[in-house]
């Protein structure tokens, strides 16, 4: 897909590939994420929303880290994060593999207070199985 950069991860049976597109002179981005478990979709999310560019390297870290770990709330990274003066705030609604919405946000820390937001983004997705205990 022209314009797009997909990130991928594989670990034995599982495969998870994030699609995502940026448009220069905006910041702006969309994309979709999937799982794959035996080569058949499982589960998907769709996100979009707008990063300053400084917060683009410490969310793909923190994203990087999440797909590493197997560690997800909501559909996106971990709860909280923090490094440096940069936080990474996701709040979400519904249990992670079923049906879900949430938002993921990174402020900038000055004084120990959130000074400024840098960005968000707002996801949803849902299981594409009926009973994901089944898998």
Not at 49 to 64: H, M, N, R, S, T
Not at 101 to 119: D, M, P, S, T
Request: one cysteine or more.
């Amino acid at each position: 897909m022209p314009g797009y950069k997909a990130v991928s991860y594989r670990e034995d049976d599982l495969l998870l590939v994030d699609y995502y597109c940026t448009t220069p002179n905006s910041p702006k981005s969309s994309g979709t994420t999937t799982i794959w478990l035996k080569e058949a979709p499982v589960w998907t999310m769709q996100y979009g929303g707008e990063y300053e560019q400084i917060a683009i390297p410490f969310l793909k870290q923190v994203l990087w880290d999440a797909y590493a770990a197997g560690c997800f709330f909501g559909g996106s990274g971990p709860q909280v994060r923090f490094r440096s003066n940069l936080l990474y705030v996701n709040r979400y609604d519904g249990p992670f593999f079923q049906d879900f919405r949430g938002r993921e946000e990174i402020f900038r820390i000055h004084n120990n207070v959130k000074a400024r937001v840098l960005g968000y983004h707002e996801y949803l997705g849902m299981a594409l199985v009926q009973d994901p205990s089944t898998i």
